[in-house]
């Protein structure tokens, strides 16, 4: 088998959705990872989306999530600069969102604005179909029922608790 090369995998990945760093891994939209500089002088890593669709929907998730902070935190360095708050000029990421609008801060806010709108309801659409896959599904259920005797436990230790304080002499 052929080795690829960083350029390749990225390129390949690229389709789904541009790499956004998560920590100290590039994740991309379908779910694949690149850690940089695993070791020093050992290179990159390179990881496939998983074949497992509920971690590789997952990974999706934190993808979309880094991607709405990302842009939100934009959209606030940019309206703060507007305002007179930041001297800072927050970083248009042309690789995520396209060419910047124009030079005119106020319109890169309004794309902005857009764009995070668009990628929550990309966000909300990967969440529901994680929250719909069968193992997450049983997981939820399973969560639910170990709340509910944890709830069951307390209310019978309260209701033991005032029985003991109501015998009184």
């Not at 998730?61 to 007179?84: P, Q």
């Not at 396209?98 to 764009?115: F, Q, V, Y």
Request: one cysteine or more.
């Amino acid at each position: 088998m052929p080795v690829e090369t960083i350029t390749e995998f990225t390129r390949r990945h690229d389709q789904h959705g541009p790499a956004i760093r998560i920590g100290g891994t590039l994740v991309f939209g379908d779910g694949a990872q690149l850690e940089v500089q695993v070791c020093p002088g050992v290179g990159h890593a390179t990881a496939e989306p998983p074949s497992d669709d509920e971690t590789r929907l997952r990974f999706i998730v934190e993808y979309w999530k880094a991607r709405v902070s990302l842009t939100s935190e934009t959209f606030k360095g940019v309206k703060n600069n507007l305002l007179g708050k930041s001297f800072n000029t927050p970083k248009w990421r042309t690789v995520l969102w396209g060419e910047r609008p124009s030079a005119d801060s106020e319109m890169c806010l309004t794309a902005l604005r857009d764009i995070v709108s668009k990628e929550r309801e990309k966000l909300q659409a990967v969440e529901k179909e994680y929250e719909q896959l069968p193992c997450v599904q049983q997981k939820r259920k399973a969560q639910a029922a170990a709340e509910k005797e944890r709830e069951r436990i307390a209310t019978v230790e309260r209701e033991k608790r005032e029985r003991i304080l109501s015998i009184t002499i």
